[in-house]
């Protein structure tokens, strides 16, 4: 029997672990692909309170290291339901079931497609989510980026360093992104700005060849040929098996203000998959922080309260 089982091993969760097993609580983590989630993928992280500069894949496994040298136990299993039970909560996985006093949904968000027809077909075969994973593979070729947040930003000026020619294609003019990061991209000779326009079509037999481009001002449709396409359009979240346990809003983020109760009784929330104003690395870690705190509470209650058979 756990204390805290932990759905995501991204920042959220991994914080969480740390505040659960300093409190002398038993923590599982179950994260369905790898830790670190969605920061494991950025080449630079320069917004942190007190570090400086640092890489995503660097921080994720400090943060790791961190939490399971507390002693977290964590396993690459994915939670796949939730039974609400009185005196306990079950988690289960394909294999296992995992009893607990508590659960913190830390789930987080994936990245949002195009939605365009062809889409999936062209994964790996010229189109990708992830400019750090697969930016080496586009060596000297013609690339673009879609999307104007940081990712965008972040993405463009990582395959900036590997690519022939970079275009950042974006649906308006101005960017989401910090303006530090635009500018310094502005300065590169091998980026381009493709502004005001939106991807309608991907062109390419097996292999993506290119795209086509609508201007969201002048109605004009254009082509561009394209080795690769990086699709940086924001993230979604990743609640659809926990959408009957608690309360989702209309987009799938799980209802829950700064003090990441759900509303179902000893199940918190923590990180990106919760309703919320800003997804940063640090509002990640600050709700691990209060998830792990009240999960900690909850578990010490049940703990005191006599055994209801
Ligand atoms: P954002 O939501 O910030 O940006 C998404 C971008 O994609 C927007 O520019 C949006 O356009 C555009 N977009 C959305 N949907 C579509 C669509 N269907 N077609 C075309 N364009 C679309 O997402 P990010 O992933 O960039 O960032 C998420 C969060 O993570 C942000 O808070 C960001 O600051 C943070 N982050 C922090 C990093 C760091 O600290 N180092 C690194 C990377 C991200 P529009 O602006 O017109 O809505």
Request: proline fraction near 2%.
């Amino acid at each position: 029997m756990y204390d805290i089982v932990i759905v995501g091993g991204g920042t959220a969760g991994l914080s969480a672990a740390i505040y659960g097993v300093r409190a002398g609580k038993k923590v599982l983590i179950l994260e369905k692909k790898n830790y670190g989630g969605q920061i494991i993928n950025s080449p630079e992280v320069e917004n942190y309170p007190g570090i400086p500069h640092i890489s995503g894949y660097e921080f994720a496994t400090g943060l790791y290291r961190q939490a399971t040298g507390l002693g977290a136990e964590f396993s690459l299993e994915e939670a796949l339901r939730i039974e609400d039970g009185k005196d306990k909560k079950v988690v289960f996985t394909a294999e296992n079931r995992y009893e607990t006093a508590s659960v913190i949904l830390a789930t987080g968000a994936r990245n949002r497609p195009l939605g365009l027809e062809g889409e999936r077909e062209f994964i790996g075969a010229g189109i990708s989510y992830c400019a750090t994973c697969d930016g080496a593979f586009f060596r000297g070729r013609e690339t673009a980026v879609v999307g104007g947040g940081n990712t965008a930003l972040e993405d463009a000026m990582f395959l900036a360093g590997y690519c022939k020619k970079v275009y950042v294609i974006h649906r308006r003019e101005q960017f989401r992104g910090e303006r530090a990061l635009l500018e310094t991209l502005r300065a590169k000779d091998n980026v381009e700005f493709v502004l005001n326009v939106v991807v309608e079509e991907l062109k390419g037999e097996k292999q993506l060849e290119g795209v086509v481009l609508r201007d969201v001002v002048t109605g004009r449709r254009f082509e561009k040929r394209l080795d690769g396409l990086f699709v940086a359009i924001g993230q979604m979240p990743d609640n659809d098996a926990f959408a009957e346990l608690v309360e989702t809003d209309e987009k799938g983020y799980i209802r829950a203000a700064e003090d990441c109760r759900t509303g179902v009784d000893g199940i918190f929330t923590a990180g990106d998959c919760r309703t919320k104003a800003v997804r940063q690395l640090t509002t990640a870690a600050a709700d691990g922080a209060v998830a792990g705190l009240a999960a900690c509470e909850y578990a010490a209650r049940t703990d005191a309260a006599p055994a209801n058979d």
